[in-house]
């Protein structure tokens, strides 16, 4: 069992940085893939970003490449996601899960999720 906390959302201006953090409870953290992603009022929840239970590899949607990065600490049970250059299309709440399937891209491949972060981009 693993339970996941997003933190770190907010309201910014277009082009600003935001970076959210989801810390994950219980010993086995380290087994799991983790991924992000984010759902817009009146649209279907959509894969952002994943990383291996190492944090060796990386997989990221087309939208996002280049602008944020997903990160993890396996010693503090904490994955991250650094937001760059943010855009008022990435205004979403953001959700952290977590899963066996490494760099799953499909909301079916993760097993656990975090009650989610708004994040809002103002233009």
């Known amino acids: 069992q693993v339970q996941l906390v997003e933190s770190g959302g907010g309201l910014v201006q277009a082009g600003g940085s935001l970076r959210l953090s989801c810390a994950a409870s219980g010993r086995t953290f380290s087994s799991y893939a983790m991924g992000w992603f984010r759902q817009a009022p009146g649209k279907e929840r959509e894969f952002v970003a994943a990383?291996?239970?190492?944090?060796?590899?990386?997989k990221y949607a087309d939208s996002v490449k280049g602008r944020f990065t997903i990160s993890r600490d396996n010693a503090k049970n904490t994955v991250y996601l650094q937001m760059n250059s943010l855009k008022p299309e990435d205004t979403a709440v953001y959700y952290c899960?977590?899963?066996?399937?490494?760099?799953?891209?499909?909301?079916?491949?993760?097993?656990?999720w975090g009650q989610g972060t708004q994040v809002t981009v103002d233009s």
């Open positions: 899960a977590a899963g066996w399937v490494t760099l799953g891209v499909r909301s079916y491949e993760y097993k656990y």
């Open positions: 990383i291996s239970w190492i944090g060796g590899s990386t």
